[in-house]
């Protein structure tokens, strides 16, 4: 009879345990447009104060927004087309939030689950590709399914790729955050498909500061006046953005002569430029970051470096930012959902065209602008100006006469794309033939004389890519 | 009473003055407190907030009846440079003149005010506070370059020209920096002033083209230096100074000399030995061995239709192995040739006849005594024609008559050859067919042969950026027509495979060839081999 009671009451324990309700983790705070809460295929349209179950999947419409806090007061704010899921969030082990597509932006409190180790992270949010380690911070996360995006606002956060999206253990994930990249304060990080983390660097100021004053993902395309783009750089073609930054030695100096001695400068995080060795890509600081597909956006060349911040202010050409953070390309520059740069070009007929451009390399160098242009002329102009015989044949390849190769015909609709030092250059659009080895296959040459019979069969030495 | 009366008169008079006065003490601190919170605004990079900060100072500081005109010109200068930062231009003007309206001049408010104005356009207002940056000694050389800058785009280009010349008067140390680019820039001055006159080629070779020259010389490797010699190039393309383009708009070769040395070491795995152009022995016995070759070239155009270039290659190979099978095949070349190309259009596109003279001298440790005597020379003229039939690659055809001579009487030769080539492009590799017929007579008849070969090779673009590979094919039909009862008709096929990596102008590469020839006669003409080598060479 004993064993017939012990039996049920072990079951009735199992089964209690078993179906026992999910654990309500976080209050709907604030909610703008339409959130939908899904757990154990129950699928609820959220209401401020409502509670999310741990499990649950978030998901927001276009142009909707929902900020959670989490019983430990951490908050998450979920921005627009979103979607995450709270994939473990109970309080005896370190959370774990996936977002599938969309952004987050968390203020974490640094007492959750009261972790004493602060190496130790305190939530992850892992993407398809990237996992992120919080340690108690003010951060944003971002990802199309195929880019991840972050940047740091305050605290401190360990960012890496994710072999594999499906984990849950915190201590694989703990290991693969702590072999990535760690970031501080106005520091960005993009892990893409094929690549390890970029090396963290400064976000362009503006940009920063707007992200950090729009934690709800208010909407707000508009370019303020202060944002707007500058049609010239303040750096004269021929010197380099270094060249001419001033310090703000000067002025701290007056500002201690009336007011309270001014704070420290900010932490820089290593050079201003950006550098490729091997994997490691550090993008230039002061570069955009378009939050919504992780596209990297280096400072143009021309661009003035601010020694005050450690970054370079973007030149014309660069893009700008609009008032809600969000990065605005120039005119004729469009970025697609999938991360492709488009530009607008106009055939010799006039006709106006989307095309794919390659992405300019983050860590490209903010070198001088000078105009390397000259007049054009045509070749029989050329021939009566100069010495040389004016040509008969076809028109030369060159800069000044070929439809082909005139950037005024290829450049998108008002956008500064051909000129010197433009990072989105629509001349490369079909211009990445590999010319044909013609005479590096040398077939005018004898056949080589090799040691034996093989010098007698007509073969010759294929000597590909070095030739006269 | 009066006395009362004028004590409360007073009292009330000295009341308000006094609290009139605290009440600018309190707008005035509080306003340095404001200022210090936009002060540590600004140098953590928020520089809109820091703005925001800075018009409710000088809200705060402009309700006192006294304003303090140093902490409202602080508060201006403030806006001016945080304005800049945020290339809000017009706004940083009006912080800038607004703080020197007052009479507040810290040192590196001229230049900071010049920027925003250069950035404005206003160029001549910018060398105004250029010039005044100078006078502080504020970034000296930078504010010169301003100065003479502006004055070139205001069209002061002799002003300007001075200006950039007076830079070395600066010190070197500041100066240093900004060399290079002063160079170019009084090479751009150059450029304008003499490009209205009519000989204006004559000017930009002997003027314009060496001051970017000095420019490059000061840093060959910078930004700026890459841009100057776009510009050199552009400038030679527009005024022809420079033959880029033939008159089929066939590019000319830049530069016009070719060097190239190369070293191999490599398994061979077994040494063949070849008298004379149609037989072979095998030595069935392998090696290692060295390569070196190099090869010089240059080539010159007469006007834009003619060019012909003289060659000189020389190879050894040494065999490790030292056995007498072996190391008669030690053996050195000397083939100095001359190459020369008429050029026209055919079917609109490049097309050319081309005329070439190989004379080739071969040293051969023929008598296995280690030593290297004469093996063969060989005169060889060859007329071709290359034009582009097809969209996708040239088509070369070719004769070509070679008078082969050995140390062998006996072996002594004529071959008439006729050859065609063709290319065919894939985008990012290319395919290349050649196929060609030798007719050899030998002067002991017994050795001469009818030949075709046909060759195939794929040279692909760059594999996953780490080498370019190649493959190729080719397969030699030989009719020894005096001997085919014993011979028959011999075939030899040879695949072969390498595998580049280029580090800048050196590049290294895996090669790796399979031969193998079939005969009726097993015992002297059928064989096979492998070689295996490493090269590093060198382009010049």
């Known amino acids: 009879m004993m064993r017939i009671i012990l039996s049920v009451s072990v079951l009735t324990l199992f089964v209690s345990s078993a ?95 009261q972790i004493q180790d602060k190496d130790k992270s305190k939530l992850f949010i892992k993407t398809k590709n990237a996992v992120m380690g919080v340690r108690g911070t003010d951060f944003m996360i971002s990802t199309n399914g195929i880019n991840t995006s972050t940047v740091l606002f305050e605290g401190e956060v360990v960012f890496n790729n994710l072999p594999d999206p499906g984990t849950t253990n915190t201590s694989s994930l703990e290991q693969t955050v702590n072999a990535g990249v760690r970031m501080v304060p106005g520091e960005f990080s993009v892990v893409d498909a094929q690549s390890p983390p970029t090396v963290p660097s400064l976000l362009n100021v503006q940009q920063l500061e707007k992200l950090e004053k729009n934690p709800n993902f208010a909407s707000d395309s508009r370019t303020p006046a202060s944002a707007s783009e500058a049609s010239k750089s303040v750096v004269p073609p021929g010197l380099s953005g270094a060249a001419v930054s001033n310090t703000s030695d000067t002025l701290k100096t007056e500002v201690a002569a009336i007011a ?115 007049t054009a002329v045509t070749p029989a102009q050329s021939g009566d100006a100069g010495r040389g015989p004016a040509s008969t044949g076809p028109a030369p390849v060159n800069n000044f006469t070929t439809a082909a190769t005139n950037p005024a015909l290829n450049n998108p609709v008002g956008a500064p794309v051909a000129g010197p030092g433009s990072i989105f250059n629509a001349g490369q659009v079909g211009n990445t033939q590999i010319a044909p080895p013609s005479a590096s296959a040398n077939p005018t040459s004898e056949p080589a004389v090799t040691s034996g019979a093989a010098a007698t069969n007509g073969a010759y030495t294929i000597n590909v890519n070095h030739s006269p | 009473m009066m006395k009362i009366y004028y004590i409360l008169i007073v009292g009330l008079v000295w ?173 751009d001055i150059y450029l304008e002033q003499v490009e209205k006159h009519k000989d204006a080629f004559r000017a930009v070779e002997k003027f314009v083209i060496p001051q970017y020259e000095k420019a490059l010389d000061v840093e060959k490797d910078s930004a700026l230096a890459a841009q100057i010699k776009e510009k050199i190039v552009a400038l030679q393309r527009k005024y022809d100074l420079v033959l880029f383009n033939l008159r089929n708009g066939r590019p000319t070769l830049i530069p016009a000399y070719f060097i190239r040395a190369a070293e191999e070491i490599g398994i061979d795995t077994n040494v063949t030995f070849s008298p004379n152009e149609t037989t072979v022995k095998k030595s069935k016995q392998a090696s290692t061995f060295s390569k070196t070759d190099f090869i010089g070239k240059y080539t010159f155009y007469h006007r834009d239709y003619f060019s012909i270039a003289p060659e000189f290659r020389f190879n050894n190979v040494y065999y490790f192995n030292r056995v007498k099978e ?61 034009f582009n039939f097809f969209q996708s690659g040239e088509t070369i055809f070719r004769v070509r008559h070679r008078t082969f001579n050995s140390y062998l009487n006996s072996q002594n030769a004529q071959t008439w050859s006729l050859v065609a080539e063709q290319f065919k492009s894939l985008g990012t590799s290319t395919l290349l067919f ?23 090779d794929w040279i692909m673009g760059q594999y996953k950026t780490w080498f370019s590979p190649s493959v190729g094919f ?57 070689t295996y080598g490493l090269e590093l060479e060198y382009i010049f």
Not at chain 1, 44 to 68: A, C, H, M, N, Q
Not at chain 1, 277 to 298: E, L, R
Not at chain 1, 303 to 315: E, G, R
């Open chain 2, 434 to 456: 050649y196929l060609s017929m030798d007719r050899a007579r030998v002067s002991d008849e017994f050795f001469n042969t009818n030949a075709m070969t046909f060759r195939t």
């Open chain 2, 474 to 530: 080719s397969m030699t039909r030989t009719d020894p027509i005096n001997n085919r009862t014993a011979r028959g008709q011999e075939t030899q096929i040879s695949p072969n495979l390498r595998l580049y990596k280029s580090f800048g102008r050196i590049r290294g590469a895996f090669k790796y060839d399979y031969m193998r020839n079939f005969s009726r006669d097993e015992a002297s003409f059928a064989y096979k081999k492998q």
């Open chain 1, 19 to 113: 179906f026992a309700a999910p654990k309500k983790v976080a209050v709907v705070k604030l909610l703008r447009g339409i959130a939908n809460a899904t757990s154990i295929g129950k699928s609820v349209t959220l209401k401020t104060e409502d509670w999310v179950e741990d499990g649950s999947v978030v998901k927001t419409e276009e142009k909707s927004f929902v900020k959670l806090v989490f019983l430990d007061k951490s908050t998450m704010n979920i921005g627009p087309n979103s979607e995450m899921k709270i994939e473990k969030f109970n309080g005896k082990d370190s959370g774990v939030i996936d977002l599938v597509k969309g952004k987050i932006r968390s203020q974490v409190t640094k007492d959750y689950l």
């Open chain 2, 15 to 187: 009341c308000s003055l006094s609290f009139s006065q605290t009440e600018t003490d309190l707008n005035e601190v509080s306003g340095k407190a404001q200022l210090a919170v936009a002060s540590k605004l600004y140098l953590q990079g928020r520089y809109e907030s820091a703005v925001t900060e800075l018009d409710r100072v000088q809200k705060t500081i402009g309700e006192s009846d006294k304003p303090d005109q140093k902490l409202l010109a602080l508060v201006a200068y403030l806006k001016g440079m945080s304005n800049n930062r945020l290339q809000d231009y017009p706004e940083a003007i009006i912080g800038f003149s607004r703080a020197l309206d007052l009479g507040y001049s810290p040192k590196d408010i001229n230049y900071e005010f010049g920027q925003a104005l250069y950035a404005s356009e206003k160029h001549k207002e910018a060398r105004i506070q250029f010039r005044e940056s100078l006078r502080k000694k504020f970034k000296p050389a930078v504010s010169l370059y301003y100065i003479a800058f502006t004055t070139k785009e205001l069209g002061e280009k002799e002003k300007a020209l001075t200006f950039f010349k007076s830079m070395d008067k600066l010190p070197s140390e500041e100066v240093k920096p900004l060399k290079q680019a002063v160079e170019f820039q009084i090479g």
């Open chain 2, 326 to 386: 072996i190391y008669r095949n030690d053996n050195q070349l000397y083939a100095p040739a001359l190459r020369s190309s008429y050029e026209y259009s055919l079917f609109n596109k490049p097309a050319a006849t081309l005329l070439d003279y190989d004379y080739n001298q071969a040293l051969r440790d023929v008598n296995a005594q280690e030593k290297l005597d004469f093996s063969s020379r060989s005169h060889t003229f060859m007329l071709g024609e290359r």
């Open chain 1, 260 to 374: 309270e001695a001014p704070a420290p400068v900010i932490a820089s995080s290593g050079p201003a430029n950006g550098f490729v060795i091997g994997d490691s890509v550090k993008p230039t600081n002061g570069s955009f970051v378009d939050i919504n597909t992780g596209v990297i956006i280096p400072p143009a060349p021309g661009s003035v470096l601010d020694s005050n911040t450690n970054t370079y202010i973007p030149a014309p050409g660069s893009g700008t930012v609009a008032s809600d953070g969000s990065y605005v390309p120039p005119a004729g520059v469009t970025i697609t959902p999938q991360g492709q740069l488009m530009v607008t070009v106009v055939d010799a007929n006039g006709a106006q065209s989307q095309k794919e451009v390659p992405k300019p390399s983050p860590a490209g160098a903010v070198g001088p602008v000078v105009n390397t242009s000259v």
